[in-house]
């Protein structure tokens, strides 16, 4: 799967396009799996190493056992524990690997999580209303601005050392025609490009593939597209979280 959405990518000469790889430390039942696959394939990371060292992949930390609400607490204690087992389970897996970006699971996230790993200098992704609360005029106005689809792309907020990424919009799903998903892709490339922010694409295995691993062609053949039309652009760099600078 990895191979079908960004071999295109990897492939590219001189070092490849690189992309951000979240991973869930902890297999659990809240983890979205084929049919009939029970445990990953060990040989996977071997291959999650080698995008890294060659640098084509960042892996960030997706959570803990993508629970639903594990990450709203506002007990830092038992957050800091959920983040130190979750990064010692990374660091068995894939030794050496540097992690130093946080997606929550299911836009679940509290403001004591968002102050934890800003405090040990973590960037993170998520809705915007998880890192920057509104208000109420202010909630009503995220809410209409999704209704009537606008991209919902910020500029990067730096705190320390941490960069806070906020991406409001899923861009490639499976419930709307892959034609509607170029669109809305194009729509947002196209905003980010005039105001100056960075374009965060957040997919989705289950959108590009049934439950049963069967590829959605004319899902891929939009991405693919849409990819392409990036990469042939000179004003456009593929970059990861970490490697990312937030204008000073």
């Known amino acids: 799967m990895l191979r079908a959405l960004y071999g295109g990518l990897w ?12 991973v869930v430390p902890v297999l659990s039942e809240h983890v ?13 990371w071997p291959f999650l190493g080698d995008l890294v060292g060659s640098g084509r992949a960042e892996i960030a930390l997706h959570g803990y056992r993508h629970e639903p609400g594990e990450w709203a607490s506002s007990d830092s204690a038992a957050l800091r524990r959920l983040l130190d087992d979750g990064l010692a389970q990374l660091d068995i897996a894939l030794p050496g690997v540097p992690v130093r970006t946080f997606i ?15 405090e040990h200098g973590f960037n993170v992704c998520t809705t915007s209303a998880n890192m920057f609360p509104p208000n109420r005029v202010g909630w ?11 991209p919902g792309f910020y500029p990067v907020v730096r ?9 409001d919009t899923y861009l490639f799903t499976s419930d709307a025609p892959p034609a509607a998903c170029l669109r809305r892709a194009r729509r947002a490339a196209g905003f980010c490009a005039r105001f100056g922010y960075p374009l965060v694409i957040v997919n989705h295995h289950w959108h590009f593939f049934d439950g049963a691993g069967r590829p ?10 849409f990819v392409a039309e990036l990469a042939a652009r000179h004003d456009v760099a593929f970059t990861t979280f970490a490697a990312y600078r937030a204008p000073q």
């Open 159 to 167: 705190r320390g050392n941490s960069c806070l990424f906020a991406a």
């Open 104 to 118: 929550p699971p299911h836009e679940r996230f509290s403001p004591a999580a968002r102050d934890l790993l800003i």
């Open 140 to 150: 009503l106005a995220y809410r209409l601005r999704l209704w009537m689809g606008r």
């Open 32 to 44: 979205p799996r084929l049919a009939g696959c029970e445990d990953p394939d060990p040989g996977v």
């Open 11 to 22: 492939a590219q000469r001189p070092e490849g396009r690189p992309v951000c790889l979240a």
């Open 216 to 225: 959605r062609p004319a899902l891929l053949a939009a991405w693919h597209e």
